[in-house]
Structure formats: structure tokens, C-alpha cells
């Protein structure tokens, strides 16, 4: 009895914070209008360059290039996949596009004399590595200085890094063939500075960004290996196109991501998926407890006295059950975000109106659960007269509380969700 009591103690406590929560990232627009023709580069010039705000790319008839599925980029990689190359890897093996089909990979371009940037793309290429080691992937580190960037030294500069070279290839080839390849199937920059006034360490200029191929050896994207939070989302897309199920974000790429490299998330949108289901699965069960207090009223107001006790026994187990998973979902969303809530984003006369439903809701949720026991206990214990003068009092309330619960969490989530990652 005592057990008991103290968990339908705890059922006050379960609404006094809004149930509810709902990790997308996306990239924002740049508001420029580029004219390309997708796999020709060439055509890619500043002098089409307009100001026409969140129109993004069109090809050379003016027709918007459609965004990849997975990554929601532009697709203006060519359509038959990446063309036939044969380079040599660091054990001095043939490597071409065909041994590579068969499995999505992520490729990067540096040289190993590099004083630039070239360290923080290979050591986000290692983290990539570390956290994709139980999926069936493959990477890639593409040499653009072949004549010094021997099959010798790529596999020194592979131990530098830790790499396991069996899933982790590092290639040379002619640079020519190798800065053809990068300019016109991946469409990203490349080129030797040759004057005389170069300098060691930064004779080639190249991109920071990291591609991502799928198994038919298509260009599915790009992302900057100096923004963590674009490799969180390359990571997750790699696995995706592995498994064809989306990962849930690791707990760092969360961290990262509420750091603001990109578009500002809402805390709550970084849980993983189980978490966002319980306000709904909360919501319902207040729903639930409402319909069971409803008919519970029904059956006692026609005499039907068993029938309104196992009703009013099965709210109160409703409403222990809605405990359970409200409890989980708050220490959830503490545990993974910090935040103890989701913030109303109404606006106007609807905020003062939420925060009148929502103080009244707490503040009668608070107590409910010392009028439910004892409305309860004076049942059990055939007190039939006490039962009912108390009865007439805990049925409100316990009804407002149950139908607010459901209302606070359309208000939150359905209504106002706020702005949309």
C-alpha cells in the first residue's frame, strides 16, 4: 500500500512541465543565382552571377537542378557517376572506379608537403574512419602532388594517421589525369602554383571539401572537413547510403552541432528518435485517461458500480503508465540537451492564453494525486459517503488536468512548433 501510494503521489508531479518534443540540419541558402550545366565546371563562371535570392542553382536553360535526395544539395555532379580512373595505392595496387562500386565512400584531395590545410582534412578523415568502422564503407585520400607523393610515402603518411589501409586507400597518379578528375567529375578547384614566388608547403591550391560517392559510384555531395558539424552530417549520410537506415546522431555531433556551426536546432530535435515519440505517446495516454474519467462518470451516474470501478482503477494505472514515460522523456531530454523543456513559440494574444491553461495545469496537477488516492482508497475500503463527497471535487480536476495535458501538447508541438530545422 505504501509502494502504491507513493506512485500515485508521483502522478501530480508527471504534467507539471509540458510534454512534448519533436535533427535535421540544413544548409542555408546563399541567395545566388548561379547558371551551371551539370559535369561541365567550365560553365560555371562569376559573370553569371545575379542576386536572385533563395532561387539557388539553374542549369543553362534557366530550370532549377534538382536536389539529391539523400543530401538535399544541388545535383549538378554528372549523372553517370564518377569516369574510369586506375590509380595506385600504398602498397603500390591498381585502384580504380570499378573495385571502389560496391560500396558508398567519402574521398578528399590533399598532398602530404602540405603547410595549409591539408593535416585538419586528413584528421577529420581519421575521425570519419573511427566512426564508421563497424559500417561497410570506404575511404579515400586522393594525392594532387603525385610526383613527390609516392606510393612509399602515402603509406608512411597512412601510419602517421592511423589508418587501416584495408578500408582507408591512399592514392597517386599522373597529375594530370588526378587534376582532371577532381576539376571536372567532383567539379571542385585544383591547380599548381608554378610561379616562382611559391611557396613550400602551399605549391597547390585544392578544396577542403569532402565527397560523398554512393556504391554506383555517383557524386552524391560535398562537405567541409574544417566544420565538424558537415562531417557529422557526411558520417550519417555514408552510413545511410551503407545500410539504408539513417544513424542517430552521436552524442559529440550533437554537442557540436547545438555550437552553431549551423542553422540554430532546437534542443529537443537533437533526440534520438524513441525520445521524440513519448510526448506523443504521452499525449495520447492523457487522452485516454480522459476518455476512461468520462465514462467512468457515465457508469456510475446508471448505477453501474463495477463497471465505474474498473474504469477509475484503469485511469489511475493510465495515468501511472503516463508517469513512467514522462519521467523517461524529461530525464531524456536533460541527459542529451540540458534543457528541462520546450519552449512555446506562439506569439500575440495566444501566449497569454497558453500560460493561463498551462499555471492552472500545474498548479491542480499538483493535486491530483492526493485526491486521486484517497478517492480511491475510501472506494477500496467501502466508505461509500466519504468516497462520494471527495469523488465530486478529484473528478474535475483530474479531468482539467488530463485535458489540458492534451491540449498544452498540440499548443507545443502541432499548433506552434516553432521554426523547422
Known sequence: MVSGCLLALMIGW????????????????????????????????????TTAPSQGLVDQHGKPIPKDPLTGQNAIWPEEGVEPFEFTNQDGEKISNESLKGKPYAISFVFT????????????????????????????????????????VLKEYAKTYGADTSRWQFLTGPQNEVH?????????????????????????????????VDALGVVRGKFNSTNPAEMAVLRRHLITLATGVEPEPLLEEKLIVLAGNVRPIPPEDLLPRWVKTLPAIN??????????????????????????RQLMLSTFMTSVVFLACYLVYHWALHAYTGSSGKKFEGEGIIRPVYFAILVTHVALAALVPVLAIITISRALRGQWERHRQLAVITF??????????????????????GPQA
Open 396 to 417: 474535475p480536476i483530474w479531468l482539467y488536468v488530463s485535458v489540458t495535458g492534451v491540449l498544452i501538447y498540440f499548443m507545443l508541438y502541432h499548433l506552434f512548433p
Open 283 to 308: 499525449a495520447a495516454l492523457n487522452g485516454l485517461a480522459t476518455l476512461l474519467l468520462i465514462t467512468g462518470y457515465i457508469c456510475i451516474r446508471r448505477g453501474q458500480r463495477e463497471m465505474h
Open 180 to 212: 582532371k578528375l577532381i576539376a571536372t567529375n567532383f567539379l571542385m578547384p585544383v591547380g599548381e602554383d608554378t610561379s616562382p614566388q611559391r611557396e613550400l608547403g602551399k605549391e597547390f591550391e585544392h578544396t577542403t571539401n569532402v565527397m560523398l
Open 14 to 49: 508527471l504534467t507539471l512541465l509540458p510534454v512534448g518534443a519533436s535533427l535535421a540540419l540544413a544548409q542555408e541558402s546563399s541567395g545566388t543565382l548561379i547558371k551551371v550545366q551539370p559535369g561541365k565546371p567550365n560553365l560555371i563562371d562569376s559573370s553569371q552571377l
Open 113 to 152: 608537403q602540405c603547410r595549409g590545410p591539408c593535416p585538419m582534412v586528413t584528421g577529420a578523415m581519421r575521425e570519419l574512419a573511427d566512426r564508421t568502422q563497424k559500417y561497410d564503407v570506404n575511404l579515400v585520400t586522393l594525392s594532387i602532388d603525385p610526383t613527390r607523393d609516392t606510393p612509399e
